[in-house]
């Protein structure tokens, strides 16, 4: 008698342990999470450097803003005082030249004097304006006006003088001008371009001290900064040390069960770094109740036949590793196996769900199956037999993650395509044609190295497809059979659904497939009977529909008034005689349209809102009520109108139905 023999689960084995190794992928280096203690520390380190770069470009920017004004303020400053002081200096000048003019009457001065009002002075102006501007502070640009203000009136009093002095040769009056009014002014220019001057000291000490300011403050922030960095980095070591610590008490307890002879639970799963501990302590808890197990039964004589070895050489080491080799051989193939039918499954679904489009049928196909067997690229070409020459279609693509939409025919004899299709056999390259992968990613990634090409072909040894494969790496043996096996499937799916399950009868016994054939010829006859029928009862429904609807247009275009049928779009489907009169359009300028044309602003711009909002919330606030509003003739003409609208669903389409009427004015 055979007594079964727990088995020790192979993941413990050298082989299995060395494939895993060549597996490890990015997310065993860098994880971000807090379930481990990588994740932990990674977080804690993108934590600091997000915080350390943030607070590095905000001094940065706040340095380089302070730094801006500034330049701003120094380049600024200094020229406007030079040319504020000239501005002064100048007028000071055509002061000097006015006198000399007056008092020795000579035509040079006064040219000097208005060289310097027409050239000197406002070259000053313009250079002190631009710098104004450039600082672009309102106190500067108010004691820029002040002294332009100034310096009009000095122009004046001065012209004054020269007035005077021309047509009445009086010398008190233009000594008074001279002494009082113009000094005056003098005096009020040169208090003006003081504080013009001193605004300016005034404002570099303030840029100075806030400055100053700012740096102590960013100094004190990046201590603190500093500060909450290492706390929180102390923190998170803490937390890392206490649980690393107190998994290791708890796995050592658990070793310590072992030492003692004893089996221990399986221990939970775990998703940190301790999941390889844990789960070879798994391992060896199995693999060490296995040998109990294995013992006990040999005690009591009853041997398996895999274990007969022990008889042989009576070498446990040897056999249990040949045994664990064996059990990891067994659980890769059993992996193999059951991720091959549950693929067959998977797809027999997709299969099943979309038999009654092909087109749908060969996008859920070829994306799930690019997906399946892990390659970049994949294509699935249908043979058309509509056509004057067969052709093979490709019906869909998919690529880089993303379905593509791409049209391509080819002859049953043209390219590689073409060769799978007519030798019916399956082609795998490992070296793919330049130029040949008519698909790109658009972002400069690799071009596919392998390329596999399996003919659809169905039990009655008819070819219906070919589906294209192309990868970056080579294909597994496994990949390429689940592709086969799934091809015939799918060529079975193509043909006919009906077809390919009363084969699979037949595989059972001729003569039950017999009898389910004729059930199933029956079923398709009654089903042809019935849809006959019902195909007789909805043309008979849509000449009773056609009729009604002529009947209802003729009485429509009798009634006086207008009446305009819209979808739940806007766009209008009927316009009648009366509304041709009412609006001035005809039915063909306006079918077609959105309604909103035959309203007035501020409608005609909220209609669609009105539309959205009653199909959202279904709450009927206009419909079959009558109110007055106004319409818009096609001159342009402000209609005032009483409107009764209503609603009209048809084949779960909702029509709205106006009826207006035009309000008589006196």
């Known amino acids: 008698m055979s007594v079964p023999i727990p088995q020790p689960t192979p993941q413990g084995s050298a082989e299995k342990f060395e494939k895993k190794k060549r597996r490890i ?12 203690i990588q994740g932990l520390i990674t977080l804690a380190f993108v934590t600091n450097t997000i915080c350390f770069l943030s ?107 020269e007035v005077r002095f021309a047509t009445q040769k ?56 500093v500060i909450i960095a290492l706390v929180l980095t102390y923190s998170v070591g803490i937390l890392v040390f206490t649980r690393s610590f ?19 639970e399986p221990l939970p799963h775990r998703r940190d770094e301790f999941r390889g501990i844990a ?13 109990k197990e294995y013992a006990n039964q040999v005690g009591k004589g009853n041997f398996e036949t895999q274990l007969a070895v022990f008889e042989q050489d009576s070498d446990l080491g040897k056999a249990l590793n040949e045994m664990r080799r064996s059990l990891l051989e067994v659980y890769q193939e059993e992996q193999r196996r059951i991720w091959f039918t549950n693929g067959l499954a998977k797809f027999s679904d997709i299969l099943r769900d979309n038999s009654a489009n092909l087109d749908k049928l060969c996008r859920e196909l070829i994306t799930n199956l690019v997906k399946q067997v892990e390659v970049v690229q994949g294509g699935i070409f249908i043979l058309n037999e509509q056509t004057p020459e067969p052709v093979l279609e490709l019906k869909a693509a998919y690529a880089y993650g993303r379905e593509k939409f791409i049209q391509r025919t080819l002859t049953t004899t043209e390219g590689l395509i073409g060769r799978a299709f007519q030798e019916k056999e399956t082609l795998y390259f490992t070296d793919i044609p330049k130029n040949y992968m008519y ?68 595989l059972k016994d001729y003569q039950e497939a017999n009898i389910r054939f004729q059930q199933q010829e029956q079923k398709l006859v009654q089903i042809n009977q019935e849809l006959r029928e019902d195909n007789e009862r909805i043309l008979a429904k849509m000449r009773e529909a056609e009729k009604e609807y002529e009947k209802l247009l003729r009485v429509l275009e009798l009634i006086n008034d207008s009446v305009v049928i819209s ?35 501020p409608d005609r711009d909220n209609h669609h809102l009105y539309i959205a909002r009653y199909l959202n919330e279904q709450e009927k606030r206009v419909l079959g009520t009558s109110r007055q509003v106004e319409g818009l003739s096609k001159d342009g003409t402000i209609i005032p109108l009483f409107l009764k609208l209503g609603e009209v669903i048809v084949r779960d389409e909702v029509f709205f139905v106006a009826v207006f009427r035009k309000i008589q004015t006196f």
């Open 25 to 36: 992928s990015w997310r065993e280096y860098f994880r971000l999470d807090f379930n481990s």
């Open 279 to 291: 789960r070879s302590l798994n391992e060896l808890t199995a693999n060490l109740a296995a040998v």
């Open 55 to 161: 607070i590095v470009f905000y001094l940065n920017y706040s340095q380089k803003q302070i730094q801006a004004q500034r330049n701003l303020l120094y380049q600024a400053s200094k020229p406007m005082i030079y040319h504020a002081t000239n501005i002064l200096a100048a007028v000071r000048q055509t002061k000097v030249h006015l006198s000399q003019f007056i008092i020795l009457n000579e035509p040079t001065n006064r040219s000097k004097l208005k060289e310097n009002w027409l050239i000197v002075i406002p070259a000053y102006k313009d250079s002190l304006l631009h710098f104004t501007n450039q600082l672009n502070d309102l106190d500067a640009k108010v004691g820029y006006n002040n002294i332009t203000r100034q310096l009009v009136e000095i122009r004046q009093i001065q012209q004054q003088i």
């Open 567 to 601: 979808d739940s779009l806007g766009i209008i489907q009927y316009f009648n005689k009366a509304s041709e009169r009412l609006f001035g359009f005809t039915a063909d300028e306006v079918l077609g349209r959105n309604v909103k044309m035959l309203m007035p602003p």
């Open 439 to 506: 698909i790109t990613s658009g972002l400069g990634n690799t071009e596919p190295t392998h390329l596999l090409i399996v003919p659809l072909e169905n039990e009655e040894h008819k070819i219906k497809g070919v589906i294209e494969l192309a990868s970056l790496k080579p294909f597994a043996e496994y990949h390429i059979r689940f592709v086969k096996a799934l091809a015939q499937n799918v060529a079975s799916a193509i043909t006919v659904v009906s077809t390919n399950q009363q084969n699979q009868k037949l």
């Open 246 to 264: 107190s998994w290791l008490r708890f796995i050592q307890s658990k070793m310590q069960e072992i030492a003692r002879g004893n089996l221990i």
């Open 170 to 225: 009086n010398f008190n009056a233009v000594r008074k001008l001279y002494t009082n009014d113009l000094s005056s002014a003098e005096n009020i220019l040169e208090q003006n371009i003081r504080n013009f001057i001193n605004q300016i000291k005034l404002k570099e000490i303030a840029l100075e001290k806030h400055t100053t300011e700012t740096e102590l403050w960013i100094n004190r922030f990046t201590i603190w900064a």
